[in-house]
């Protein structure tokens, strides 16, 4: 009989908890999301998460790490290469990524710029590494002007395309995007295209909820799909969705903020279908993390961290909760960059052993491991299961 019929997996979008053996390849060299920020902020009071046991995985100022944690607590290391979402998302849901998706710090070659121009029937304005709202304020009006998208990039595999709704209609934005995906294949084939929509006026644009991403397929299948060829639900919140392009998903929902995704995540529980429900919470990442604001990221973290309880007592007895993240994104770091970080890893219950250390995990395959040990899935080839450590 099965210890647990759900799993509810939560990644804090870009929460990392230290420098990987090797985040000098990737300029990472100190980068510590968590305790960086915690530290400059003079500690930080998050009574939920520490009772989980967030403070006995590493030394972070404000958290207690003596305490007899509620559950499971440990780390787990990246083995893919690469450090942006996508790759972290399918290593959790059990595939290691040998190749980096490939990156435009000069912004895109000729040769798809002028692939994308063709097949929309105009120029675009940009092309170049920038944040979302900057650039938009930059460009905003001579788009305006000349109905030419606004096409740029970042630190991640992204090829972001920004339209004035009231300019380019939602249908046409989107017809955009499925064009560049079409183009961006083979050596170019970059993790995701994203619709950027925004509405407003110069010195005074929004981007508004309309976002789409056209994401790969991965190219194997994940835990996701065995759960469902197991006749198991997979609930996706938030950009889980795009981040697997709808591969293994049995129903999804699209969220604004963290706080949308809580609310989700526990409208799910409340309808008890066996398999699992997985939450991507994007604000630490999107509005704190890239841009370095500290404060911005440290309140993000207490709002998650009062949401907890709620979560927890929406939970049944043969519910598993894991809450994680993807990568890390330190706003005490140098640059807008994702940086090369453990994750932490913290695993609850009400049938689980309390304060047990599931030490470092040499990957974050070990989690779709786990989920395939609860569901005596066999074919998962990437991770080692946990479930022996946290039940009887």
Known sequence: MKKFNRVILMVMDSVGIGELPDAEEYGDQGA??????????????????????????????????????????????????????????????????????????DGFPAEVMDQFHKAIGRDSLGNKPASGTVIIEELGQRHMETGKPIVYTSADSVFQIAAHEDVVSIDELYGYC??????????????????????????????????????????EPTILNYLQDNDLEVNAVGKITYIFNHSGISNSITTSNNMAGIDMTVEFLDQGKEGLIFTNLVDFDQNYGHRRNIEGYAAALKDFDQRIPEIKAAMKNDDLLIITADHGCDPTHAGTDHTREYIPLLVYGKGIKKNTNLGVRDTFCDIAATIADIFEIEQLKNGKSFLDLIVD
Not at 38 to 62: M, R, S, T, V, Y
Not at 185 to 214: C, M, S, W, Y
Request: charged share 30%; proline share 7%; aromatic share 6%.
């Open 32 to 105: 510590a999301t968590l305790q960086n920020t915690a530290a400059e902020i003079g500690g930080f009071d998050l009574p939920n998460l520490e009772k989980l046991g967030l403070g006995k995985i590493a030394q972070i100022k404000g958290l207690d790490s003596e305490l007899e944690a509620e559950g499971a607590h440990g780390k787990a290391a990246e083995k893919s290469k690469g450090k942006d979402t996508t790759t972290g998302h399918w290593e959790l849901a059990g595939l290691i990524s040998e190749q980096p998706f490939p990156t435009y710090p």
């Open 178 to 219: 499925k064009k560049a995906r079409e183009i961006l294949q083979g050596e170019h084939a970059v993790a995701r295209v994203i619709a950027r929509p925004f509405l407003g006026e110069p010195g005074n644009f929004e981007r508004t909820e309309r976002r789409k991403d056209f994401s790969l397929t991965p190219p």
